[in-house]
C-alpha cells in the first residue's frame, strides 16, 4: 500500500515550465518527434494481456534454450587502464572502458524490474559480472525511466560505493535525489556536458517515460552518444525505429559501436512504436553509420510474447539479408567482454 501511494505522490510531482519553442516539450510533459504517434491506452495493455492466455507462447523453461553464459571476475577489466572495450551484464547493462574511464549503460542487477520486489518480471539469466567485481565506475547513464533501466537499487549500491556522475534526460534528477543519489546532470535532447574529457551527449529515441500511473511522459527519455578524444559509442536504450537515428548518424559522424536493442517486440500491434525488432534495429545500424553492432535489451527479462533466443537468430540473418559483415556484429555472451586493441 505504502509503494502504491509514493508511486502515486511521485507521479503528481511538479512539472515546471518546459521549453514551448521544442516540439517535444509540452505542457502536459514530453512528446516524441513523430506528431502522429499514438500512444497505447491501457485497455490496449487489457486487449495485449488477455489475447495472451489464447496464444501458445514460447517457452519459459531454461531447458528448452541452449544459453552460454559467463561469470565475469573483473579483474581483467580492473587491469585495463586504456583499451576500449565492453562487457555485456545483461539486458541494456554494459560496462564500457573508454579512454581510461569506466561507464555503465541502465545498470539493473535486480533479480525483477518491478516498483515491488515480490512480483513482476523475473530474470531469466543471472548478471554477468557481480556488481561487487566492478572496476571503478567514473559515469553512469541512465536512457529513462522504466523500471528495467531505471533500477533503484542498483544506483543505491553504484552511488554508495564509486560516487559516480549520473547522466539522465530532463526532469528525472529531482526523482534520484530523493531516493540519495548524488551527482545527477539532467539534460535535454541535443546537450551534452564533459566529464573527464568524455563528452556525453544525449539525443532522442521514440519511446516513453512512467513508473506509476500518473507520471507519463513527465520525464523525458533518450539515448546517449558518448565520446571521448579516439572512440565514441552510441546506446539507445529502449526504442522504437524512427527518423531520429538517421539525425543521429548526421551530427555524429564516427560512432565506433552502437547498442541497440533487438527484444522486447511483439506483438507489433502493439509493442513497434516503442520497441524495435531485428528488422529494424539492423536498419537503425545502417541510418547511424557505426562500425560495430552491439545487441542489447534481450535474453534477460520477459518483457513481451517473443521467444527468449528469436531476437539475436533473426538479427543474424536481417544483418545477412543487408549484406553486412558478420565481423561487425559483437553479439556479447552475458558476462563476456570484447576489448579492442
Ligand atoms: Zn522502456
Ligand atoms: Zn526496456
Known sequence: MKSILLILILGCSNMQTLDPNKSHHSQDGFKNLDPNLQAKSLFDV?????????????????????????VN??????????????????????LIQL????????PIWSERCSPVSFAGPKRFTKPGIAIENLPKIDIVIISHNHYDHMDLPSLKILNEKFKPRFF????????????????????DWWEN????????????????????????????????????????????????????????????????????????????????????????????????????F?????LTFVLTDEALDEPLKYTKIELEKNNISKEKLLDLKIGESKFFP
Open 168 to 187: 539522465v534526460g530532463l526532469k528525472n534528477k529531482s526523482f534520484l535525489e530523493e531516493n540519495g543519489i548524488e551527482n545527477v546532470t539532467e539534460l
Open 193 to 292: 556536458k564533459t566529464v573527464d574529457n568524455i563528452k556525453v551527449n544525449f539525443t532522442p529515441t521514440q519511446h516513453f517515460s512512467a513508473r506509476g500511473v500518473l507520471d507519463r511522459n513527465k520525464t523525458l527519455w533518450g539515448s546517449f552518444v558518448v565520446q571521448g578524444k579516439e572512440n565514441s559509442f552510441y546506446f539507445a536504450g529502449d526504442t522504437g525505429y524512427f527518423s531520429g537515428f538517421e539525425e543521429i548518424g548526421k551530427r555524429f559522424s564516427n560512432i565506433d559501436v552502437a547498442l541497440l536493442p533487438i527484444g522486447a517486440y511483439e506483438p507489433r500491434w502493439f509493442m513497434k512504436p516503442v520497441h524495435m525488432n531485428p528488422s529494424e534495429a539492423v536498419q537503425s545500424f545502417k541510418d547511424l553509420k557505426a562500425k560495430y
Open 99 to 106: 579512454e581510461g574511464k569506466n561507464i555503465l549503460t541502465d
Open 294 to 298: 552491439l545487441p542489447i535489451h534481450y
Open 73 to 94: 571476475d573483473g579483474i581483467k577489466l580492473k587491469e585495463n587502464q586504456k583499451n576500449f572495450s565492453f562487457t555485456w551484464v545483461g539486458h541494456a547493462s554494459v
Open 46 to 70: 487489457l486487449v495485449w494481456q488477455i489475447g495472451r492466455q489464447f496464444k501458445n507462447l514460447p517457452s519459459l523453461d531454461a531447458k528448452d534454450y541452449q544459453i552460454e553464459t559467463f
